[in-house]
């Protein structure tokens, strides 16, 4: 696990600007650098050494050095990967020397043969090209700038920041997006010329023209299947999958929260070391679950209860090491649970995934709850739909707008926060680009699939691969630790695309099969809980005098009057604290935002 960096161009001082570049990302990879520059290349890595610690050091040539990588992530296959490369004379035991061997004989079909998280690149000196991928549902960050005659890549945008050829400029027009995303959606971001290479996506760059490809399509295959042989089947690739996962020349611990998906994982890797955090309010606190847990396993569990003050303190740290604002609460708990972690150890399992592989999100029971609702003829349902959004927003009203638009025209995510009608009020500058845009290519893509599956299609597509695994990977690095996520994972996806509906969601429950399996090898009741995430208390603590004050301050700054139509904020702030309305979620979004901006602008 590491960072990566580096840059095609004609500067001098090549060496000084690469140094400054990992060094600004060298929380990723504390224990090493290396660097590599012949002719305009310039490549460089900061290393956490997980396998093969002495002899897996970067950038890595072949045998005959006409090939060069630097690597961020692992191979979970790359033992099996090594027999079938067996004509090629490896010189290391460790993962990275894979890519090597893998491109000599694949060329660009090189990720189609992983299993595993990555973002890498690699240079021919030969052929004078550099060949980039990224993992399959982006577990690992891969971003690229170009200007006219510079190329630059890097694991985060924060070490573009110290290339002399970078112009950093805000770009406003992802401002909208994020508003109801949460997220930034796009390959493009919030520093105009950065984007972000998808996930499943690789690149070339060859004589100063890039070149992008698909080579992984996300597919769901549902096939008719007997149950119980499904819930097998089930348990099978997650113990597979968590064997994988637990590759590893250090030891590896795991993060336990009191629900389903984190529970699982610790059943079956059963580590001796987990982590949890929690809150001092009853209702927000998890480490009591984790705890029971941990006792059942025989395994040990440390905790840690996170205050108001080290919340709110916290969040421009975690804004710089994101990048890119994010509104999610939970990226606060997961900062501190792997600062908890990073003390003992180098390599975590986190649950990530199985809500969006296995149907766990409550919205998608709509589908089966209200199917009778549906079966009322679209233009009477999206009359009602037109009259109900007229009214004010009471309790119920939202089901009935809802329910009369088509999914194409109103579902973005499970974690919508500012519809688009509410972001041109809330915007002082112009809205450039629709949600629908946004979401368009997705929605053509799994036409005529039944809404559950779009559904599911756009929370993988948005939600996990760029906020999810996003906060995972960067709340893990900035503490100097690896998090391994052993549901996203292709194989596993392969068994969860299979699955039929009701397999996954029924009137009584979400994630059917896979609570089913869980259930074999949980030894308490986490199975049963419902969807929490990473609960956190900031709805409560935006009603205490000395948070509201905060969030208020910086409502009525300079940028804040700039970009926003500060009065509707203040009433929106005023309405929460008064408990007229919930609107801590509109609120959150736009301060955190504004944190973000202050670090970086």
Not at 302 to 307: A, E, N
Not at 432 to 450: D, R
């Amino acid at each position: 696990m590491c960072g990566i960096a580096g840059f095609i161009g004609k500067e001098k001082n090549k060496k000084k600007i690469l140094k400054q570049m990992t060094d600004s990302i060298a929380h990723r990879g504390p224990d090493k650098e290396g660097f590599y520059i012949k002719g305009n290349v310039a490549l460089g890595h900061r290393r956490l050494s997980i396998i093969d610690i002495e002899g897996g050091s970067q950038p890595m040539l072949n045998k005959e050095e006409n090939l060069v990588v630097v690597f961020n992530g692992e191979i979970y296959n790359y033992k099996e990967l090594k027999e079938e490369l067996k004509d090629y004379k490896f010189q290391t035991s460790c993962d990275t020397e894979i890519l090597l061997a893998g491109y000599e004989k694949w060329g660009t079909d090189l990720p189609n043969h992983l299993r595993g998280m990555f973002a890498f690149a690699i240079y021919d000196t030969l052929e004078k090209t550099l060949f980039c991928a990224r993992d399959h549902f982006g577990i690992k960050p891969f971003y690229y700038y170009q200007n006219e005659d510079t190329f630059l890549f890097a694991s985060e945008i924060k070490a573009f920041l110290k290339h002399p050829k970078f112009e950093k400029k805000f770009n406003e027009k992802i401002l909208s997006s994020y508003l109801s995303f949460s997220f930034t959606p796009t390959t493009e971001t919030f520093f105009e010329g950065v984007k972000r290479l998808d996930a499943g996506h690789s690149l070339i760059v060859k004589d100063g023209k890039i070149e992008i490809k698909r080579y992984y399509d996300l597919t769901f295959n549902v096939e008719k299947k007997d149950y119980e042989k499904t819930v097998e089947e089930v348990g099978k690739i997650m113990e597979d999958s968590v064997n994988h996962h637990m590759i590893s020349d250090v030891e590896v611990g795991s993060f336990l929260s009191s629900g389903i998906d984190s529970s699982y994982i610790v059943s079956l890797a059963k580590p001796d070391k987990t982590y949890t955090v929690g809150y001092d309010i009853k209702k927000y606190n998890e480490i009591d679950y984790a705890k029971d847990l941990a006792e059942k396993l025989n395994i040990k569990n440390t905790c840690k209860k996170i205050t108001k003050k080290e919340y709110m303190e916290s969040i421009e740290k975690i804004m710089y090491h994101m990048d890119e604002p994010a509104s999610d609460p939970a990226v606060v708990a997961l900062y501190f649970v792997a600062n908890l972690a990073s003390k003992d150890l180098k390599v975590v399992l986190s649950g990530e995934g199985a809500d969006e592989f296995f149907g766990g999100y409550n919205y998608y029971r709509e589908e089966v709850d209200f199917a009778f609702y549906n079966k009322i003829p679209f233009f009477i349902r999206h009359a009602i739909s037109k009259f109900c959004s007229l009214l004010p927003p009471v309790r119920g009203i939202n089901f009935f707008v809802r329910r009369g638009e088509k999914l194409e025209d109103s579902y973005i995510g499970v974690n919508k926060v500012w519809s688009e009608k509410e972001v041109k009020k809330l915007l002082k500058i112009p809205v450039t680009l629709e949600n629908k845009e946004i979401t368009k290519s997705v929605y053509e893509e799994f036409k005529g699939k039944p809404n559950i599956i779009k559904m599911q299609a756009i929370d993988i597509n948005f939600w996990l691969m760029k906020d999810i695994l996003q906060k995972a990977d960067r709340m893990t690095m900035a503490n100097s630790i690896e998090g391994r996520v052993p549901f996203v994972d292709k194989e596993v996806f392969k068994v969860s695309s299979t699955l039929p509906l009701d397999y996954k969601v029924t009137k009584e429950n979400t994630k059917v099969a896979l609570r089913d399996a869980a259930k074999k090898v949980i030894p308490n009741e986490s199975y049963k809980k419902k969807k929490l995430g990473f609960p956190v208390p900031i709805r409560d603590w935006m009603k205490e005098e000395d948070v509201y004050k905060e969030i208020q301050k910086t409502f009525t700054s300079k940028t804040a009057k700039k970009y926003f139509n500060t009065d509707y904020l203040l009433k929106l702030l005023e309405n929460h604290k008064n408990g007229t309305k919930d609107n801590y979620r509109k609120v959150w979004n736009v301060y955190c935002f504004l944190k973000w901006y202050k670090v970086f602008f």
